[in-house]
């Protein structure tokens, strides 16, 4: 009988596909498909290799390299492969030392460049998604603004020599004169600069998100449904009470976000006790056996955001149950580490749970294989500082803060609505620019009607 089992386990290993989407590492030859293709400097045949992988710190990729024999032409690009981001990302960088020129930075083709300080832009989609650093966009657009310039000068000296006062203009920010800012933003939400002071706060790096406008939806190739076809009709306000919605389980298709195979989300609708309702979305994929939970909160934002601030010295403080929204962001300021709202999706855990994700986050996506050894060991010394804190040999303080007031932190009081002696609940007004961020802004709620 075990004999039939261990052959039934082996033919589900056979069947499981591998995942397409791995890890980056030194030994992903096996995944590097080679394709002959034709060279747009010679028209002869070249090679393109291809290989889809993951980029620890950010999400999957498809890396393309072209090299060609006959007159030694070669390209490289990076294409997303993950899925468009709900909403846009803003990325401000404050270059101040050289060191900043060797952040990596991860654009996508919906990525636009801009440099104050030289007047430098660079639009969506005027330039292929790459893996770069701050110098390597500095540098290809110098080797960009120097083709052709020879020729310029006998056919158009005066704009040839304004093209290399310019050029001079770039190459002097390589040499860390005075600070300049670079500024991305990325339409997709699939573009990224390096933190070189993770797990730390960088004060020089600026991350913002932002609502995409119908337009830039359209420029990726999302087009609103248009009502008249009427593909989605109205449920009757009897005709499914909210009773059975919570008793029932909801599956839709979707893709696994490890290897994008096809897999089934399961939803459900229930409620949390001296809290709201929230939804829980759970996915484990058949292919690679990933897994995910991710909790919503089924009611509105709230009046106020609010502020938890707990107190963790005794087992009693890890096991403390939290729900935390996707708009809700985490910090400890002992460690000075904050984890911003988009870094955890929305999850119903404890304490000890968001502890060991935030842990289990640092570990598992930083790079490794290409930090340097000082790097390293800063690293190493923040886990091992964060594991004597899940060992309670430190005290430290989590700090939840939601603008959208849909997260919740149980209560250790007789009288679970009371904060506890470790507990501190604070409720704040929003500024404009949470407002902002959560699409309040440009909500209208009254009159609505004129407008459509």
Not at 230 to 235: G, V
Not at 238 to 253: H, K, R, S, T, Y
Not at 298 to 313: D, H, M, T, Y
């Amino acid at each position: 009988m075990s004999t039939v089992g261990t052959a039934k386990n082996a033919s589900v290993a056979e069947a499981r596909p591998e995942a397409i989407f791995r890890e980056i590492n030194a030994d992903q030859t096996e995944e590097v498909v080679e394709i002959e293709s034709a060279c747009m400097s010679c028209f002869k045949n070249g090679i393109t290799r291809v290989l889809p992988t993951k980029i620890p710190f950010f999400r999957e990729v498809v890396i393309m390299s072209f090299k060609c024999d006959s007159c030694g032409y070669s390209n490289n690009e990076m294409q997303s492969a993950s899925e468009i981001q709900k909403s846009g990302i803003r990325i401000e960088l404050e270059a101040k030392t050289a060191a900043d020129l060797n952040r990596r930075v991860v654009r996508s083709d919906n990525s636009s460049i801009k440099i104050p300080e030289v007047e430098l832009e660079i639009p969506v989609q005027s330039q292929k998604g790459e893996v770069t650093t701050v110098e390597g966009i500095i540098e290809r657009t110098v080797a960009g603004l120097s083709q052709d310039q020879e020729k310029r000068r006998i056919d158009h000296p005066t704009e040839a020599a304004s093209i290399d006062n310019y050029i001079d203009r770039l190459k002097q920010l390589k040499e860390m004169k005075k600070p300049f800012r670079l500024l991305l933003e990325d339409i997709s939400g699939n573009s990224f600069i390096e933190n070189i002071v993770a797990p730390a706060t960088d004060p020089q790096l600026k991350t913002a998100f932002f609502t995409r406008s119908k337009q830039q939806n359209e420029q990726l190739g999302l087009y609103e449904q248009n009502h008249d076809d009427h593909l989605l009709q109205p449920i009757a306000e009897d005709e499914w009470p909210i009773d059975n919605l919570q008793g029932e389980v909801l599956q839709f298709a979707t893709n696994c976000p490890n290897c994008q195979a096809p897999c089934e989300t399961n939803m459900k609708l229930t409620e949390i006790p001296h809290f709201k309702e929230v939804v829980i979305m759970a996915t484990v994929c058949g292919s690679c056996g990933h897994k995910t939970n991710e909790v919503k909160s089924g009611g509105g934002v709230e009046k106020q955001g609010v502020r938890f601030k707990v107190s963790i010295s005794s087992k009693d403080d890890l096991s403390r149950d939290v729900l935390k929204s996707e708009t809700c962001s985490l910090s400890i300021p002992e460690l000075d580490l904050e984890v911003g709202p988009h870094a955890l999706c929305g999850r119903f855990t404890t304490i000890e749970g968001l502890l060991v994700a935030m842990r289990d986050q640092l570990d598992g996506t930083f790079f490794h294989d290409s930090a340097d050894d000082k790097t390293k060991s800063k690293m190493d010394t923040f886990l091992e500082t964060f594991d004597a804190v899940m060992k309670l040999e430190k005290v430290l303080t989590l700090v939840l803060e939601d603008p959208a007031g849909n997260t919740y932190v149980q209560s250790l009081s007789d009288d679970d609505r009371d904060a506890d002696d470790k507990l501190i609940v604070e409720r704040y007004d929003r500024s404009f620019d949470d407002n902002e961020q959560l699409g309040l802004n440009d909500m209208k709620t009254e009159n609505y009607e004129q407008d459509a």
